[in-house]
């Protein structure tokens, strides 16, 4: 079944580590992103990739990196967690067959202590 | 500036007494409006897309329909299971980013 996926999907982990949220996807979509999104709050676009080893920065500065490196795998990278960086991140995809309409993974809750 | 207003920010429905969501939007160019509803720590589920002004789309109780300044989302005859947080999302013209509003929260009580 064609769907996207998040892992994990609740992170706790102490100030500094170093953390990589997964994002895969089978819809055959060529487009991804990276959402951040607070309670109460709009999603604001943090990443995004129009296909493999194309990435850009979205409309949110965030500190976290991602990369494209097959097609239906986009994972974000955190360097060093810091507390800051609390906040529930959600994938995206879209493309052929989608039209212009963005799919949603169930998303990330990560917690930095 | 490209900006999304949703209301109201919560919304309280007794089952079966039909309401509105409002979505406002101001953009330099629509490339189309979308619609998502979202339950606690899940992700949007995606709804409606609607392109120019006059359409409209409907999927069980909801219906969603666009004016050049404006979408509504109608609800008719509510049940608790439509209970979750509404999302208005605008897609700039020659972009794929969507700017998000800060979404209507619905409780439809039995």
């Known amino acids: 079944e064609a769907d996207i996926y998040q892992t994990p999907r609740y992170l706790v982990i102490g100030t500094g580590k170093k953390i990589t949220l997964e994002c895969s996807q089978t819809m055959g979509h060529d487009k991804m992103y990276w959402y951040q999104q607070d309670p109460g709050m709009e999603l604001h676009l943090i990443h995004y990739s129009y296909g493999v080893n194309s990435t850009e920065k979205g409309d949110l500065s965030s500190e976290s990196t991602v990369s494209r490196i097959r097609t239906e795998h986009f994972p974000l990278t955190l360097e060093s967690a810091r507390p800051s960086h609390t906040s529930q991140y959600l994938c995206a995809s879209s493309g052929l067959g989608s039209g212009n309409t963005q799919y949603f993974g169930p998303g990330t809750r990560l917690t930095v202590l | 500036e490209d900006q999304v207003t949703q209301s109201p920010e919560a919304l309280r429905l007794q089952e079966g007494e039909s309401s509105s969501l409002n979505c406002s939007y101001t953009v330099s160019g629509l490339r189309g409006l979308f619609w998502y509803r979202q339950d606690p720590g899940k992700g949007p589920e995606f709804l409606f897309t609607l392109y120019s002004a006059g359409e409209e789309k409907e999927k069980e109780r909801l219906k969603a329909t666009l004016t050049k300044k404006e979408s509504f989302l109608h609800i008719t005859a509510p049940k608790p299971e439509d209970s979750a947080t509404y999302l208005c999302?605008?897609?700039?013209?020659?972009?794929?980013?969507?700017?998000f509003g800060t979404g209507t929260r619905l409780q439809v009580f039995p």
């Open positions: 999302a605008v897609q700039i013209y020659n972009t794929d980013k969507l700017i």
